[in-house]
């Protein structure tokens, strides 16, 4: 073996006919050997992409000798010629060349591989991700990080062009109620005491702004010990924005702009602006969804005033009772849902609450539908014209309280369009969801909880509702939606010292309590606040969805699984005696 390593001259999937004749040094790992007496084919493999190298003996006997001792994933490096294929092959963007090996280095050998370095490769997740390091050499994942890193460069270069500065906040923190459960971190040397993990730098970025920085940016990792999911992590990363001295329209339209960079320059997509708003009481009426996908229509429509003196006593006792009653139209797919079909529809709208499934299919010899004998002609005529429909259409409906009409019709137009496969996944749809509660009422704890965070500042005209109608109040809040994902959510924030306390108030905080909790932030408000807002997303689940894979692990290069553990570190994992006693902790055992 050469004592001097063969240093590369270029990356393996960017040669091509034009580097034809031209003395090239590679280095790679060997995806694969093939041995065919005189001649050995071994795929070579890079960041870049692969390439095929032939070994001959008439060139190299040397070489030769070497790569028929040579395995899967050996890292080598090999200087040869670039020749045109003999037989091409037009799969591989470098299948026009090959390269004639006139020289070869083992720089190391390898163990055959517990998985395939291929993306087809069919090995369970849980033993992807304890061997990560070589799941990452496959080219899909390869591909998902360099993308995720162009995606975060682009966000970059955009935010410092808008005037933005890049500021790190904490790691370890104080721990304040922000809706999730905190990860602690204790302390040695203030025993007793501990440190939070920062769900997001809410209150360190509205100091920012306190302290006249004015516009504030920062790609961070964030904590929350949450029940996880495919879209969600323990610790996952934001791009959080602050502004100074701007209302709601500011912070959209200079996120739009960003929206925009983001899809011309990562997937050459042209984003027309301004992006479409609605309420978020316009999208739970419509689309049964604060998050609506809205690459298709099916939107719920409420008939209760129609159905509300039929014979079909479902419907007209559950609007006696105050209850609801909404239908969807699957426009043109009447024929697409036997029976059957209709009965698998219905479990799906039990799974979120509904009582059962009423459906009627109109077609051309009329209404099929074991309920529509309940109705009268004009009862009906009244719901096909409310529900715009027409031969050929399928109407569904669900009767309940509204929060379980909204929530199963709006997962199951969602359902339905996944199984007529409705959902483009080349298609992207972007929305903002304004004018959210500001708070909510939670029935377990008999007290109001704010829907974002305790920062949200409440919309002028509704102020005055925090003493009498708390559940009314919106918010001057906004998520950013893409194909019925939030992939990211902001608000105008409470700069007045004693409207935060208020705020606290409401969410039965005493002032005693919201002092030991936020006083900094409110000690701070005390000296000059500007108006401020901002936004944060979830640079994970974007990227996930402009790769378009269905699980956010794919975009992450050492994810947690969905028990939030780490396989290929045994993370989380016992503290020794010695550890413990430093940090002043005992641990109990569960009987």
């Given at each position: ?44 493999r890079d960041r870049s992409g692969i390439l095929q190298i032939v070994f001959d003996k008439d060139i190299s006997l040397e070489a030769f000798e070497k790569a028929e001792t040579i395995g899967s994933e050996y890292v ?149 010990d949450e029940d996880l999911r495919a879209d969600r992590q323990p610790e996952f990363t934001q791009i959080d924005c602050e502004m100074s001295f701007v209302d709601i329209d500011d912070i959209m339209k200079v996120n ?92 799906v709208a039990k799974t979120y609450g509904a009582k059962g499934l009423a459906w009627m299919k109109i077609t051309k010899d009329g209404i099929t539908s074991p309920i529509a004998k309940f109705f009268d002609e004009e ?213």
């Open positions: 073996m050469s004592s001097m390593l063969l240093k590369r001259t270029h990356m393996c999937g960017t040669l091509n006919s034009e580097n034809i004749d031209e003395t090239v040094v590679l280095n790679g790992w060997v995806q694969k050997r093939r041995d065919l007496g005189g001649l050995i084919f071994v795929d070579l080598v490096a090999t200087r040869g010629k670039v020749r045109k294929r003999q037989s091409i092959n037009p799969n591989l963007p470098t299948g026009e060349i090959e390269v004639f090996a006139e020289e070869l280095q083992i720089l190391n050998v390898s163990e055959t591989p517990p998985i395939y370095i291929k993306d087809d490769d069919d090995v369970s997740e849980g033993l992807r991700l304890k061997y990560r390091y070589l799941d990452l050499r496959k080219p899909s994942m390869q591909s998902n990080l360099v993308f995720r890193s162009k995606v975060s460069n682009i966000v970059r270069n955009f935010l410092m062009e808008e005037g933005f500065i890049e500021v790190e906040t904490p790691m370890l923190t104080k721990t304040t109620p922000e809706g999730a459960r905190d990860y602690l971190v204790p302390s040695r040397v203030n025993p007793g005491k501990f440190f939070a993990l920062p769900q997001s730098p809410q209150l360190f970025k509205q100091l920012l702004m306190v302290s006249g920085m004015e516009k504030y940016f920062q790609i961070v990792k964030c904590f929350r739009e702009r960003l929206l925009q960079r983001i899809f011309k320059d990562a997937l050459n997509i042209e984003m027309k602006l301004p992006i479409k708003k609605i309420s978020y009481k316009e999208a739970m009426e419509r689309y049964g969804s604060d998050k609506p996908d809205i690459r298709f229509g099916f939107e719920l429509v409420d008939v209760s005033g129609i159905v509300k003196n039929s014979s079909f006593k479902v419907f007209s006792s559950t609007v006696e009772n105050k209850g609801f009653v909404k239908a969807i139209n699957i426009e043109g797919y009447e024929d697409a849902f036997s029976r059957k079909d209709i009965t698998s529809l219905e479990e009862e009906l005529k009244n719901l096909l014209e409310i529900t715009n429909g027409k031969t050929g259409d399928l109407l569904l409906f669900v009767a309940d309280k509204l929060d379980v009409v909204t929530n199963a019709l709006g997962h199951l137009r969602l359902e339905i369009a996944k199984r007529l496969k409705l959902l483009n996944p080349n298609e992207y749809s972007l929305l903002w969801v304004t004018e959210f509660p500001l708070l909510e009422y939670d029935e377990e704890d008999n007290r109001y909880v704010a829907k974002h965070h305790p920062f949200t500042a409440p919309v002028d005209e509704d102020i005055a509702l925090l003493d009498t109608a708390p559940e009314k109040v919106r918010a001057k809040a906004y998520d950013i939606v893409l194909n019925g994902h939030e992939i990211g959510g902001g608000s105008i924030r409470i700069f007045s010292s004693q409207l935060q306390q208020k705020m606290f108030q409401v969410l039965g905080f005493s002032e005693e309590e919201a002092w030991e909790k936020f006083g900094f932030l409110l000690e701070a408000f005390q000296y000059g606040t500007p108006p401020h807002g901002g936004i944060a997303y979830g640079l994970d689940r974007l990227v996930m969805l402009l790769t378009q894979e269905e699980n956010i692990r794919q975009v992450i290069a050492f994810p947690k699984t969905q028990n939030a553990t780490c396989p290929l570190t045994n993370a989380p994992s016992l503290a020794d005696y010695k550890q413990l006693k430093e940090l002043n902790i005992a641990v109990i055992e569960e009987s």
